[in-house]
């Protein structure tokens, strides 16, 4: 089992940026895909951005394509979002997992472990 522990969320204006991290703990980081996925009130969860094992590939939600960037540093087992030019539909509590399936994978079942998740708010 992965233990996950985001942090960064907060408030933020529109058009702001924050930055995530996911920080892993209880296995080789290396050996898991990882995702971000999001859940905004009343609404199911979403998938948000995924890379590979190795960081050379990266996957996203059409609504965050060109704005979130997802990326990770194995060497310090986390893996990170960046949020540029947020909007107050990006409004949510935003949960990173890992996944021991090779490829890129958007869909939840997919994915071993969770995160607890971090508030992201986005108002003026």
């Known amino acids: 089992q992965v233990q996950l522990v985001e942090s960064g969320g907060g408030l933020v204006q529109p058009g702001g940026s924050l930055r995530l991290s996911c920080a892993a703990s209880?296995?080789?980081?290396?050996?898991?895909?990882m995702g971000w996925f999001r859940q905004a009130p009343g609404k199911e969860r979403e998938f948000v951005a995924a890379?590979?094992?190795?960081?050379?590939?990266?996957y996203y939600a059409d609504s965050v394509k060109g704005r979130f960037t997802i990326s990770r540093d194995n060497a310090k087992n986390t893996v990170y979002l960046q949020m540029n030019r947020l909007k107050p539909e990006d409004t949510a509590v935003y949960y990173c997992?890992?996944?021991?399936?090779?490829?890129?994978?958007?869909?939840?079942?997919?994915?071993?472990?969770w995160g607890q998740g971090t508030q992201v708010s986005v108002s003026s």
């Open positions: 209880g296995r080789t980081f290396s050996n898991y895909g």
């Open positions: 997992a890992a996944s021991s399936s090779s490829g890129i994978t958007t869909t939840g079942r997919n994915y071993d472990d």
């Open positions: 890379i590979t094992r190795s960081g050379t590939r990266t």
